[in-house]
């Protein structure tokens, strides 16, 4: 436990300078509290996986199964958990380089439109095997944007996978508008389970799940919303989210507009 503390009630620069160094103590615990909470996360997100591994790689060694398709069933789980856990490094390898300032943008001029077209295109199936529809609105005068085309590709194919995801019927409707000259809005609204009012401003957090067991069967890490925000943040950007439980999901991700650069495009 951290246990500075300087008493001081002197109203001049020596009691501001107790009450800088108070803050400072609480800051520095917040800061271990979630630095410790986060390996605590880590090692179960971790932990989880390698027992499921373990416990059928067992199985199947021993003979303990019934039947082929039984055996099957089990070799398919330990594909499942070990393509999970790469995942997790991997994401986890990308949030600590953003994290620490140690991560590049390859910037060039971005054609928002293009991306989507894309998206929509490579999950359509995955959208049709739920009975889903997925609509692109493009809206007029959009400009390209100065950022990294692979990486505003990982925002959005994040955004729109969680919610083809956590959508079990109704539709996903994209929206691609520009905002004045300010920046270009892209909305990803859908009609999904939503998200609990009380737990909506702790979803951009590490390993923040609404339900943790839901997540997990739906495939998830927990680090999808962590990494979009910094890439977001990274380009300048903002995202925000509103939602009402039962009834949808509503994301908005905000691109600035630099007219300098909008006018170097042509
Ligand atoms: P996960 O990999 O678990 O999906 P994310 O960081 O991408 O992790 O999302 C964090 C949590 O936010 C999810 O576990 C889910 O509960 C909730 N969530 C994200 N997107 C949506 C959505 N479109 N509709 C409902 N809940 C969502």
């Known amino acids: 436990n951290f246990s500075i503390r300087v008493d001081a009630m002197a109203k001049d620069?020596?009691?501001?300078?107790?009450a800088a160094i108070n803050?400072?103590?609480?800051?520095?615990?917040?800061?271990?509290?979630?630095r410790s909470e986060f390996f605590a996360n880590?090692?179960?997100?971790?932990r989880t996986p390698i027992t499921y591994l373990e416990g059928y790689a067992k199985v199947i060694?021993?003979?303990?199964?019934?039947?082929?398709?039984?055996?099957?069933?089990?070799?398919?789980?330990?594909?499942?958990?070990?393509?999970?856990?790469?995942?997790?490094?991997?994401d986890?390898?990308?949030?600590?380089?953003?994290?620490a300032g140690k991560f590049d943008l390859d910037l060039e001029w971005v054609?928002?439109?293009?991306?989507?077209?894309?998206?929509?295109?490579?999950?359509?199936?995955?959208?049709?095997?739920?009975g889903l529809d997925i609509q692109l609105n493009i809206g007029h005068e959009l400009p390209l944007i100065f950022g990294d085309g692979l990486r505003m590709e990982q925002i959005f194919m994040n955004l729109l996978t969680n919610a083809i995801r956590y959508t079990n019927k109704g539709k996903i409707v994209i929206d691609l508008q520009r905002v004045?000259?300010?920046?270009?809005?892209?909305?990803?609204?859908?009609?999904?389970?939503?998200?609990?009012?009380?737990?909506?401003?702790?979803i951009f957090e590490r390993f923040y799940r609404v339900e943790k067991s839901r997540s997990r069967q739906y495939g998830g890490t927990g680090l999808g919303l962590a990494i979009v925000?910094?890439?977001?943040?990274?380009?300048?950007?903002?995202?925000?989210?509103?939602?009402q439980s039962g009834t949808g999901t509503r994301f908005e991700v905000r691109f600035p507009i630099e007219s300098e650069k909008e006018r170097r495009k042509s």
Not at 13 to 18: K, R, V, Y
Not at 113 to 120: A, H, S
Not at 190 to 201: M, R, V
């Open 229 to 243: 925000k910094q890439l977001v943040e990274l380009h300048g950007g903002q995202i925000q989210v509103h939602s």
């Open 13 to 18: 620069e020596i009691g501001s300078l107790a």
């Open 180 to 202: 004045a000259d300010r920046h270009v809005l892209v909305s990803m609204e859908d009609t999904g389970i939503g998200i609990p009012q009380e737990e909506l401003k702790h």
């Open 61 to 90: 060694k021993e003979g303990l199964y019934a039947s082929e398709e039984e055996k099957n069933q089990y070799l398919g789980i330990i594909q499942k958990e070990s393509q999970r856990m790469g995942r997790l490094i991997y």
């Open 42 to 46: 880590i090692s179960h997100e971790l």
């Open 23 to 34: 803050d400072l103590a609480v800051e520095l615990q917040r800061y271990r509290d979630t």
């Open 92 to 99: 986890l390898f990308e949030l600590s380089k953003m994290e």
């Open 111 to 130: 054609d928002l439109v293009e991306i989507m077209e894309n998206l929509v295109r490579n999950t359509s199936l995955q959208a049709k095997e739920k």
